[in-house]
């Protein structure tokens, strides 16, 4: 019986080379940078703590003082965020940011998602259609918003067509009632094509054969993406609706060319009047309280999204 074999040296990839006395090279071949590598990042990193994360921390320090944006300040605790609990305009902004938040999010996402179910692979005209419908996004949020201001006029090509159709022309952004729901379909409108695209990507995942052998086994077209592509496009899922709300949460461009904030507040929202309380009012604590307000709510509702759309499988 032999005795065990020392696999040490072969461990250390030191074992003599065959007619030579010196060690033999490992045959897993060394990193060229072996030592330190993490350094490599740490520009980056200080950079980015420096001007986001310590920046942001200076800001939200800002929301427990009276700072008017010259001289000294006194800090006042929480008297930031009792006013604004206790003022309606300020109840009102978050409302409106939250409908058109979570208003954005399911209109952009069920439009895009048929946008990308249509156009996915049968249709010839498919490259060019997801072309046209990808082509708002590229443009200037405050330039489409003007369009449609024009668009939405009292004399505009709008209620030129309801005119046409016999109906009564409508002061869109006038009205308290339409305004918010007219910066909605600006919203939507130049986005949509983004989420189509997210949902492509999604889609391209899904293999042919497997809807090919579901269909011939009898399965109808609802449990088909029931059943088969709502699973493949899960992340896609995730993704989009997570920058759908916070693109709805944070939505200001829109709001300022179209609006305002008007009429009498009916459309003003949280960065709007952060906008406003801190560069037109000077009230620059009030206004750090507000933006810290936003960032709170945007963090916690992506936390709560995310743990929705998770993964689960």
Known sequence: MGTPQDTGPVVRGTVPAAGSG??????????????GRWWWALPAILAVLLIHYLATAGGALYA???????????????????RILEDPASIGSLKNTLFLAFGFLVLTNVVGLLLALALNRTLKTRYLLRVLFF???????????????????FNGPLNDVLGWVGMEPRTWLAD?????????????????????????AGLATVPPEIEEAAALDGASTWRRFRHIT?????????????????????????????????????????????????????????GAALALLLTVIMLVFSVLQQAVTRDRS
């Open 230 to 286: 709502v699973p493949s496009v899960r992340p896609s899922i995730a993704i989009a609706s997570t920058l759908m709300l916070i693109q709805g949460l944070r939505v200001f461009d829109q709001v300022m060319a179209l609006t305002g904030g008007g009429p009498a507040g009916a459309t003003e929202t949280l960065a709007t009047q952060v906008y406003k309380e801190t560069f037109a009012l000077s009230n620059f604590g009030y």
């Open 22 to 35: 010196r060690p033999a090279r490992s045959r897993r071949s060394r990193p060229l940078i072996t030592y």
């Open 135 to 153: 082509m708002p996004v590229v443009l200037s949020p405050l330039a489409v918003s003007y369009v449609w201001k024009f668009i939405f006029d």
């Open 64 to 82: 427990f003082t009276n700072w008017t944006g010259i001289g000294d300040f006194d800090f006042v605790g929480l008297d930031n965020f009792r």
């Open 176 to 200: 308290p009632t339409l305004a918010l729901w007219a910066v909605l379909v600006v919203m939507a409108w130049q986005t949509t094509g983004m989420v189509m695209v997210i949902y492509l």
